[in-house]
C-alpha cells in the first residue's frame, strides 16, 4: 500500500483470518452468554409467578370457575324465566356484587370467557340497576397507568383513573390481574427475546401480585351478588359499521333491538335469584336545546338507552314477583 510518499506493508492474510476467528469467537461466546442471562430472568420470574399462583390462586381461582360454570349455563338452552320467592331487588341494586356483560356466544367456554372479559363494561345497565355513590364517577382520579400507581386500596380502572373498586366490581379487572397467572402468559414470557422484554413482564407480575389480585380476592370475598348480562345477535344479523365510529362488535349489537339473557347467582347459598330473557327495545329521544351530536355520540346514546331499558325490564320483575 503507497500513501503519498509513504510506503506501508500490507497485512498478511493470516492476520485478517486470525482477526475474523477472534471476531466470531466472541460474537459465539457474547450469544451463549446473552442465552444464558435471558434463560436465567425467564426462570426468576416464572418461579415468582408460581409461587403467586401457589399462594393467591386457591382463593380466587374457585371463584372464577363458579362464575364460568353459571355463565356457561346461561348462555346454553335456556330454561326458562325465573324470580326467586326470596329476591330483593334492594339487595341486589345495594349490596357488593360483582358484574359481567358479554356476547352470548363468547360465553358457553370458559376460554372464550377469559378472552372476552376485557370488553366487560359499566354500562348503562349498572347505571339504571345498581345503586352508586356519589363519589363513584370513575372518570375522576389520580391519573395512572397501573395499579402501582395508586394508593392503597384503590384500583386503576379502565379510564386509567384511580379509584375505589366500582360497585358492582366489573369482573373484567379480575380477569385483568388473573392474566399473569394464565397459561398465555408463560408461554409470552417464554417466548421473550431480550432482558429488557423479561423485565416488563416481571414488572407486570409484581404489579398484579402486590395490587390487583389481592384487591379482586377482597372484593369478591365480599360480594353478596354475581349479575351477568348476555347479548344474543339479532336474527338479521350485526347491524352495519356506522361511517367514522369505532365500535367493537357488542357496542353495535347494544345500540340496536336485540334479545338479551340477565342471571343473578346468591354468591352465599350459590343459587340463583334470577333469570330472564327480554328483547331490548327503546328509542332514545334528545330534548331540550341542544347541538345535533356527532354519530359517535349518538350511538353511545343508544347503548346506554337500550341497556337502562333492560335493566328497568329486571327491576319490574322482581316487584312483580317478590317475596314476602
Not at 69 to 84: F, I, N
Not at 212 to 239: C, H, K, M, Q, R
Amino acid at each position: 500500500m503507497v500513501l503519498g510518499r509513504a510506503r506501508v506493508r500490507g497485512m498478511p492474510p493470516q492476520f485478517w483470518l486470525w482477526l475474523g476467528v477472534l471476531v466470531s469467537a466472541f460474537a459465539v461466546g457474547y450469544w451463549y452468554w446473552a442465552q444464558r442471562e435471558l434463560a436465567e430472568a425467564k426462570s426468576r420470574v416464572l418461579g415468582k409467578q408460581r409461587a403467586v399462583e401457589a399462594t393467591l390462586g386457591p382463593k380466587i381461582h374457585p371463584f372464577r370457575d363458579l362464575i364460568e360454570t353459571w355463565t356457561s349455563k346461561l348462555a346454553g338452552p335456556y330454561e326458562g324465566d325465573l324470580v326467586d320467592d326470596a329476591a330483593s331487588l334492594e339487595r341486589i341494586q345495594r349490596r357488593p356484587g360483582v358484574y359481567l356483560r358479554l356476547m352470548i356466544d363468547n360465553a358457553r367456554l370458559a376460554e372464550d370467557i377469559r378472552k372476552n372479559a376485557a370488553r366487560s363494561l359499566l354500562d348503562g345497565f349498572t347505571s339504571c340497576l345498581f345503586v352508586r355513590s356519589a363519589d363513584a364517577d370513575p372518570t375522576r382520579g389520580k391519573a395512572c397507568k397501573s395499579t402501582l400507581d395508586c394508593e392503597p386500596g384503590h384500583l386503576c380502572n379502565e379510564w386509567d383513573r384511580c379509584h375505589q373498586p366500582p360497585r358492582p366490581y366489573n369482573l373484567r379487572l379480575a380477569y385483568r390481574a388473573l392474566r399473569v397467572l394464565s397459561d398465555a402468559w408463560t408461554a409470552e414470557v417464554h417466548q421473550a427475546a431480550s432482558e429488557l422484554a423479561v423485565t416488563a413482564y416481571e414488572r407486570d407480575l409484581d404489579a398484579a401480585t402486590l395490587t390487583d389480585v389481592p384487591v379482586s380476592i377482597e372484593v369478591l370475598e365480599l360480594a353478596d351478588y354475581f349479575t351477568v348480562v348476555l347479548d344474543e345477535a339479532p336474527a338479521s344479523g350485526l347491524p352495519e359499521p356506522l361511517p367514522d365510529v369505532e365500535e367493537s362488535r357488542e357496542e353495535r349489537v347494544q345500540r340496536v333491538e336485540h334479545f338479551a339473557r340477565v342471571g343473578v347467582w346468591d354468591l352465599e347459598s350459590k343459587k340463583p335469584v334470577l333469570r330472564l330473557r327480554r328483547r331490548v327495545a327503546g328509542r332514545y329521544v334528545p330534548v331540550g336545546k341542544q347541538q345535533v351530536p356527532t354519530p359517535a355520540v349518538r350511538a353511545a346514546q343508544e347503548r346506554q338507552t337500550l341497556s337502562c331499558a333492560l335493566a328497568l325490564e329486571v327491576k319490574r320483575a322482581l316487584a312483580d314477583f317478590r317475596g314476602p
